[in-house]
């Protein structure tokens, strides 16, 4: 099978990191096809920038989604998730969604620990979309800057690390899930100095989304993610333009 993997911001570094920890829990014979915004915002910490994010990631989606089996959109906070599942036929899957439903699997409630004070916001509205308010003990972030997005995880180790024990600690988490591309693959290396499943947002929606393929789930045809009628449109890329026209 083929997974697109989406990385809807411009930092190549980060889809190379987001590349690596889906490569290191792929099944056999599962092939990633990775692919970096054109255009857009180096990483993505907030509302208006997610807006941005998610029609660029739909746009991405249109020229690719016919060449693989499914999508993840790797962007913890799900840019573009819901228009995507309503407009495209293949599976999509969100990278915080798969890593909070995972979380689920794994206790009763899950902390959120990220690298910026700014995803905070956006991160507990994709908590409430997602329907897991309840399950959620605490979204954790950093209160001081970085020098390179890029390296964020390594120069900010230990302190997401120490992070993580107070959420299992104070918040009482079950679960821990180190959010924002940036950290991908993190998780690995410091699951044992945190004391309860640490999860990787991108292994676990890379996991789901070889899962689903498997199922082969048909495409709604009614409800709220069927395919919208034809409309015609003016100025938008031309694979997007396509496929909401139905041509």
Request: charged share 20%; proline share 5%; aromatic share 4%.
């Amino acid at each position: 099978m083929r997974i697109l993997l989406l990385n809807p911001n411009t930092t190549e570094a980060i889809t190379q990191r987001l590349l690596a920890a889906a490569e290191a829990v792929a099944a056999l014979g599962t092939e990633i096809v990775p692919v970096t915004a054109p255009r857009g915002v180096p990483y993505i910490s907030g509302r208006a920038e997610a807006q941005i994010g998610g029609a660029i990631a739909l746009e991405m989606l249109a020229e690719h989604h016919d060449k693989v089996d499914a999508a993840v959109i790797a962007a913890f906070g799900d840019p573009g998730l819901m228009a995507a599942r309503e407009l495209f036929d293949i599976p999509v899957v969100g990278m915080a969604e798969a890593a909070m439903l995972t979380a689920c699997m794994l206790g009763r409630r899950f902390a959120i620990v990220t690298f910026a004070r700014a995803l905070g916001p956006w991160y507990q509205e994709c908590v409430e979309m997602h329907g897991l308010t309840g399950r959620c003990a605490g979204i954790r972030m950093l209160d001081e800057g970085f020098s390179d997005i890029a390296e964020v995880q390594e120069e900010k180790e230990a302190v997401i690390v120490q992070l993580a024990q107070r959420a299992v600690v104070e918040d009482e988490a079950d679960v821990v899930i180190l959010a924002g591309a940036p950290l991908a693959g993190l998780a690995a290396k410091v699951a044992q100095r945190i004391p309860v499943p640490v999860v990787d947002q991108m292994g676990a929606a890379l996991k789901q989304a070889e899962a689903l393929v498997s199922l082969k789930p048909r495409k709604a045809s009614a409800g709220t993610f069927r395919r919208p009628a034809p409309k015609g449109t003016l100025g938008l890329a031309s694979a997007l333009a396509a496929r909401i026209e139905h041509r």
